[in-house]
């Protein structure tokens, strides 16, 4: 922890022939501490190189010095050992600083406490400190940055007595005259080789994507190729971490979308000729059960889909790459150690809440699917999303055996001295509940009261092994298990390297012992039946969290997931078009979302606004206005589409008047990047001018394309009367001819009778 104390303002007037006086001292007593003390100055001007120098990114004068500690070695100290000390000076005053001195003091006892050790460290209260050391140190002008190495010889350390072993506080201080300027506090463990009964320690670490990279992830092949590549290390680095004593609970679909090839063929065969690829096994893709309807009634009746495959790799998802994370699979799997979390994290607090059992089941149904093709990792426990409550439970499901609390669940109902072993029994499940102040240090944490601090690296390490250290001094004759559990969204947001550095000092203490969930499990069984398990309160019934999903979300999912199921209807590969998006019921529900429930509900848009780009490229392309003049006709529509993919939709007129019916909808199938014309039939029963509204749909009535518009003049009166006048004509036509047919008949027979007499 870095602390700052302003430098007075004023100093006091020195002489010149004092000035004089002291420096000349000043550099007197410079040599001698060069020569005589286990010091190494290294921006002191005792060598070419000593002087301090202005840093790169040095801070602006604001009137403070800083002291950071930034090594210990080593940070686990032996009796006989000596103890070095690094760090870093800053000057952020207008003035240098010229006669100050470097002190390193050590608490004079051990620590005995989580929270006295945790207050020291944040600064919050004073303890007994023994001086060290002490050293000047040289000048160091205004906005430089300068560092510094002390050694401390074993001598100079208070530890006393080998039952004094534990964490013991470290104080570096820059002062002037007596006067602190800037200190700065961490932690070193004194060992004193002391046996003990080794605290069994299990940590879980979530493996699990971050509110950013799930929607980094939903947006398939237009997600940036080195964001993925960035999300994918971090997933491989997490997996490296599997080892004895660590847990890693796995969020399927987050591997899925990663790409998680099991088997890569070999480049060549035998013979050396390039080797025929053999797929590799897939999750398989059936259908979880669907879902029961939401506590808030769905606008539409349908259940949201389940999609095939659920989850596209992300961009990038090599052979090479899929390989290398499933390797990395593999081997966290080896460890026994791999917990495979329901489809997409689900958040199965808030569904037991939401009387969603169904949902629940085909997550975990989902996940189950998942460990057959990876063939690794058990979903037989369960990672809380929320406080645990009585209905959680009841709506795992019963393979699931082990469940995985929050810190501060089921506390204990009992006075005790000691810190109790995590584990329990509820309901005939093993019950882990991790220690809250060593799971947030191992997130780099340090929380006091309300406030939380972010711990740079040496201090958090140093919080950790002091930690334990002082439980496993509670009962130092009787090892008990103690968990250790990462909250998502820091494990999200830790770096791997970082992180495991934390566990090894976590689990590389000769006062910790690594436990495997298996026989942590055992453990608790075995406490079980003898009776041995401290009490603890009952679960409560039901506790609701402002941050978790809603009947209103859930809802939103669902109108969210049939509509674009009803637009995938329409196209030859909707997959290719739409997921993940119409995994959207999956993806809102999972647990990430808690920390960010505005993300939530923008997640859920944008999986909708998926489908838009399909509506946006089907479009109807009318003619200008059409004349309509006869009482049926067939009516040439254009209808173009600028999707990759063929898509067969149901053309729909809707006419502004009844002057114009339509007898039905005419379905057409339109090319990729083509168009088509389509004739549908139309009855004129009246003339005048008539709007055709033209849509397209799925065949539920969805509708997939953008509507458009047309104008059509009805004159059907004109067929009639044109009949008439032709049929007119024609009777006129065929009477006349008649007529003088006739004439022409009686003209002859009386020529003929006139020729007879």
Same mark, same amino acid.
């Given at each position: 922890?870095?602390?700052?104390?302003?430098?007075?303002?004023?100093?006091?007037?020195?002489?010149?022939?004092?000035?004089?006086?002291?420096?000349?001292?000043?550099?007197?007593?410079?040599?001698?501490?060069?020569?005589?003390?286990?010091?190494?100055?290294?921006?002191?001007?005792?060598?070419?190189?000593?002087?301090?120098?202005?840093?790169?990114?040095?801070?602006?004068?604001?009137?403070?010095?800083? *002291?950071?500690?930034?090594?210990?070695?080593?940070?686990?100290?032996?009796?006989?050992?000596?103890?070095?000390?690094?760090?870093?000076?800053?000057?952020?005053?207008?003035?240098?600083?010229?006669?100050?001195?470097?002190? *390193?003091?050590?608490?004079?006892?051990?620590?005995?406490?989580?929270?006295?050790?945790?207050?020291?460290? @944040?600064?919050?209260?004073?303890?007994?400190?023994?001086? @060290?050391?002490?050293?000047?140190?040289?000048?160091?002008?205004?906005?430089?940055?300068?560092?510094?190495?002390?050694?401390? %010889?074993?001598?100079?350390?208070?530890?006393?007595?080998?039952?004094?072993?534990?964490?013991?506080?470290?104080?570096?201080?820059?002062?002037?005259?007596?006067?602190?300027?800037?200190?700065? $506090?961490?932690?070193?463990?004194?060992?004193?080789?002391?046996?003990?009964?080794?605290?069994?320690?299990?940590?879980?670490?979530?493996?699990?994507?971050?509110?950013?990279?799930?929607?980094?992830?939903?947006?398939?092949?237009? =997600?940036?190729?080195?964001?993925?590549? !960035?999300?994918?290390?971090?997933? /491989?680095?997490?997996?490296?971490? =599997?080892?004895?004593?660590?847990?890693? !609970?796995?969020? %399927?679909?987050?591997?899925?979308?990663?790409?998680?090839?099991?088997?890569?063929?070999?480049?060549?065969? =035998?013979?050396?000729?390039?080797?025929?690829?053999?797929?590799?096994?897939?999750?398989?893709?059936?259908?979880?059960?669907?879902?029961?309807?939401?506590?808030?009634?769905?606008?539409?009746?349908?259940?949201?889909?389940?999609?095939?495959?659920?989850?596209?790799?992300?961009?990038?998802?090599?052979?090479?790459? =899929?390989?290398?994370?499933?390797?990395?699979?593999?081997?966290?799997?080896?460890?026994?150690?791999? *917990?495979?979390?329901?489809?997409?994290?689900?958040?199965?607090?808030?569904?037991?809440?939401?009387?969603?059992?169904?949902?629940?089941?085909?997550?975990?149904?989902?996940? +189950? /699917?998942?460990?057959?093709?990876?063939?690794?990792?058990?979903?037989?426990?369960?990672?809380?999303?929320?406080?645990?409550?009585? /209905?959680?439970?009841?709506?795992?499901?019963?393979?699931?055996?082990?469940?995985?609390?929050? %810190?501060?669940?089921?506390?204990?109902?009992?006075?005790?001295?000691?810190?109790?072993?995590?584990?329990?029994?509820? +309901?005939?499940?093993?019950?882990?509940?991790?220690?809250?102040?060593?799971?947030?240090?191992?997130?780099?944490?340090?929380?006091?009261?309300?406030?939380?601090?972010?711990?740079?690296?040496?201090?958090?390490?140093?919080?950790?092994?002091?930690?334990?250290?002082?439980?496993?001094?509670?009962?130092?004759?009787?090892?008990?298990?103690?968990?250790?559990?990462?909250?998502?969204? +820091?494990?999200?947001?830790?770096?791997?390297?970082?992180?495991?550095?934390?566990?090894?000092?976590?689990?590389?203490?000769?006062?910790?012992?690594?436990?495997?969930?298996?026989?942590?499990?055992?453990?608790?069984?075995?406490?079980?039946?003898?009776?041995?398990?401290?009490? $603890?309160?009952?679960?409560?019934?039901?506790?609701?969290?402002?941050?978790?999903?809603?009947?209103?979300?859930?809802?939103?999912?669902?109108?969210?997931?049939?509509?674009?199921?009803?637009?995938?209807?329409?196209?030859?590969?909707?997959?290719?078009?739409?997921?993940?998006?119409?995994?959207?019921?999956?993806?809102?529900?999972?647990?990430?979302?808690?920390?960010?429930?505005?993300?939530?509900?923008?997640?859920?848009?944008?999986?909708?606004?998926?489908?838009?780009?399909?509506?946006?490229?089907?479009?109807?392309?009318?003619?200008?206005?059409?004349?309509?003049?006869?009482?049926?006709?067939?009516?040439?529509?254009?209808?173009?589409?600028?999707?990759?993919?063929?898509?067969?939709?149901?053309?729909?007129?809707?006419?502004?008047?009844?002057?114009?019916?339509?007898?039905?909808?005419?379905?057409?199938?339109?090319?990729?990047?083509?168009?088509?014309?389509?004739?549908?039939?139309?009855?004129?029963?009246?003339?005048?001018?008539?709007?055709?509204?033209?849509?397209?749909?799925?065949?539920?009535?969805? !509708? *997939?394309?953008?509507?458009?518009?047309?104008?059509?003049?009805?004159?059907?009166?004109?067929?009639?009367?044109?009949?008439?006048?032709?049929?007119?004509?024609?009777?006129?036509?065929? !009477?006349?001819?008649?007529?003088?047919?006739?004439?022409?008949?009686?003209?002859?027979?009386?020529?003929?009778?006139?020729?007879?007499?």
């Amino acid at each position: 922890m870095r602390n700052e104390v302003l430098i007075p303002a004023l100093r006091r007037h020195r002489s010149a022939v004092r000035a004089r006086a002291l420096s000349g001292i000043a550099a007197i007593i410079g040599c001698l501490v060069l020569v005589l003390a286990p010091v190494a100055l290294l921006p002191a001007p005792l060598g070419p190189t000593a002087a301090a120098l202005p840093a790169a990114d040095a801070p602006p004068a604001d009137g403070r010095v800083s *002291v950071s500690v930034d090594s210990l070695a080593p940070e686990v100290l032996a009796s006989d050992q000596d103890l070095q000390v690094s760090g870093t000076i800053v000057n952020g005053t207008d003035e240098p600083l010229e006669s100050a001195d470097l002190v *390193v003091q050590v608490q004079r006892s051990t620590e005995i406490t989580l929270n006295g050790l945790e207050s020291w460290l @944040a600064d919050e209260r004073d303890a007994q400190l023994s001086t @060290a050391i002490t050293t000047g140190l040289s000048a160091i002008e205004p906005g430089a940055t300068a560092t510094f190495a002390v050694t401390v %010889p074993a001598k100079n350390l208070p530890l006393g007595g080998s039952a004094e072993w534990g964490p013991r506080g470290v104080q570096v201080s820059v002062t002037e005259n007596g006067q602190s300027l800037a200190r700065d $506090r961490t932690i070193v463990v004194w060992d004193a080789g002391v046996a003990v009964d080794p605290t069994r320690v299990t940590v879980v670490v979530p493996v699990v994507a971050s509110p950013t990279e799930m929607n980094l992830l939903a947006q398939g092949d237009e =997600a940036d190729p080195t964001a993925v590549e !960035a999300l994918r290390a971090r997933v /491989e680095g997490l997996l490296s971490l =599997a080892r004895p004593g660590v847990v890693l !609970a796995v969020d %399927p679909a987050l591997m899925t979308a990663l790409g998680t090839e099991q088997d890569r063929p070999s480049p060549k065969d =035998a013979n050396g000729a390039e080797a025929t690829p053999t797929p590799a096994p897939a999750p398989t893709t059936e259908p979880a059960p669907a879902p029961t309807p939401p506590t808030e009634p769905a606008p539409t009746t349908e259940p949201a889909p389940t999609p095939t495959p659920t989850t596209a790799p992300a961009p990038g998802s090599s052979p090479d790459t =899929a390989h290398t994370l499933a390797e990395a699979l593999k081997g966290a799997g080896r460890t026994g150690n791999l *917990v495979v979390l329901p489809w997409a994290d689900a958040d199965v607090s808030a569904l037991a809440h939401l009387g969603e059992g169904d949902l629940t089941a085909g997550a975990f149904t989902r996940a +189950d /699917e998942t460990v057959a093709a990876w063939k690794t990792g058990s979903t037989a426990t369960a990672l809380t999303s929320g406080p645990l409550d009585a /209905e959680t439970l009841a709506l795992l499901p019963q393979t699931v055996s082990t469940v995985i609390a929050r %810190p501060g669940d089921l506390p204990v109902a009992e006075d005790l001295t000691y810190a109790p072993a995590g584990i329990t029994t509820v +309901d005939d499940r093993v019950v882990l509940v991790p220690e809250a102040s060593v799971s947030e240090a191992a997130a780099g944490i340090l929380s006091t009261g309300s406030d939380s601090t972010a711990l740079c690296a040496l201090d958090a390490r140093g919080l950790l092994r002091g930690q334990l250290a002082i439980l496993t001094r509670q009962t130092p004759y009787r090892g008990r298990d103690i968990v250790v559990a990462l909250d998502r969204a +820091d494990a999200a947001a830790a770096d791997p390297a970082e992180l495991g550095a934390r566990l090894e000092a976590i689990l590389a203490s000769s006062w910790t012992q690594g436990r495997d969930l298996g026989a942590v499990v055992a453990d608790a069984r075995e406490q079980q039946s003898a009776g041995e398990q401290v009490q $603890r309160d009952e679960l409560p019934e039901q506790v609701l969290d402002d941050a978790e999903p809603s009947g209103a979300d859930l809802n939103a999912a669902f109108q969210a997931a049939n509509h674009l199921k009803s637009i995938g209807s329409v196209l030859a590969d909707p997959q290719a078009l739409l997921s993940p998006a119409t995994d959207v019921v999956a993806t809102s529900l999972s647990t990430l979302w808690r920390t960010d429930p505005r993300g939530r509900t923008a997640h859920i848009a944008r999986a909708r606004a998926a489908g838009d780009v399909v509506v946006q490229s089907l479009t109807a392309a009318p003619s200008s206005t059409i004349n309509v003049i006869s009482a049926t006709a067939d009516l040439p529509l254009r209808i173009v589409s600028g999707l990759d993919q063929a898509a067969t939709v149901r053309v729909h007129l809707v006419p502004s008047s009844t002057r114009l019916q339509i007898d039905h909808d005419v379905t057409v199938t339109v090319p990729a990047q083509g168009q088509t014309t389509v004739l549908v039939p139309i009855k004129a029963v009246g003339s005048g001018d008539v709007d055709l509204s033209i849509e397209l749909l799925a065949a539920d009535g969805t !509708a *997939v394309g953008t509507p458009m518009t047309m104008r059509t003049r009805v004159r059907a009166s004109w067929e009639t009367v044109g009949t008439r006048v032709a049929a007119g004509l024609l009777v006129a036509l065929l !009477a006349g001819g008649i007529t003088r047919t006739v004439r022409r008949g009686r003209r002859q027979d009386k020529q003929d009778r006139r020729a007879a007499a």
